[in-house]
C-alpha cells in the first residue's frame, strides 16, 4: 500500500487549462510514491505526446525487469539508415488503446452480477486511487509530502 506521496506540477503545454483550479491546471507532472517495505514509484506524466496516446510502464527490481509498452495499430515496423521503430504512431484514443481491457472488466461485471463471481476491482480500489490522486494533488500545491493517511474517506 502506499504510504505518502511527493508530486510537482505546472501547465507547460496547453495554456487552455490554466484557468482550472489548482492540480486540474496541470497537464505535466511527477511523482514519487512511497510504499510499504521501502519500494519506491515513479511517476511522469504529460497531456501531450506529439508522436501520439504514450502511455508506458516500467518496473525495475533486484531480479529483472518487467516494460509495457504502447499499443500500435499493426507490428510493422520500419527501418531506415536514420531511424528504426514502429511505422505507426500509437493508437490515438483510449476506446482503441483499451477495447480489449474494457470487453474483459465488461464480462467480470456479468459474471458477478450472474455468478457471483468476485470482481477483479472493487470500489475500495477506486477509493485507494482517488486518495493517491488527491494527495498527489495536494503535494504539489502545497510543495510538501503528503501522507496518505491525511486523505479522508
Known sequence: EPLRVFATGGCHVDPNIRHL???????????????EGGVVASIDVCRKAVYGYDQRAEL????????????????????????????????????NRYAVAYETETAAFARAITDGAQVPVDGWDGVRSLRLALAAGKSALEGRWVDIDEITH
Open 21 to 35: 483550479e489548482g492540480a486540474e491546471a496541470f497537464d505535466t507532472a511527477n511523482i514519487l510514491v512511497d510504499f
Open 60 to 95: 525495475l527490481g533486484t531480479e529483472g525487469m518487467m516494460q509495457s509498452e504502447n499499443l500500435f495499430p499493426t507490428t510493422v515496423r520500419k527501418a531506415t539508415a536514420d531511424w528504426f521503430g514502429h511505422a505507426d504512431k500509437p493508437h490515438d484514443f483510449f476506446m
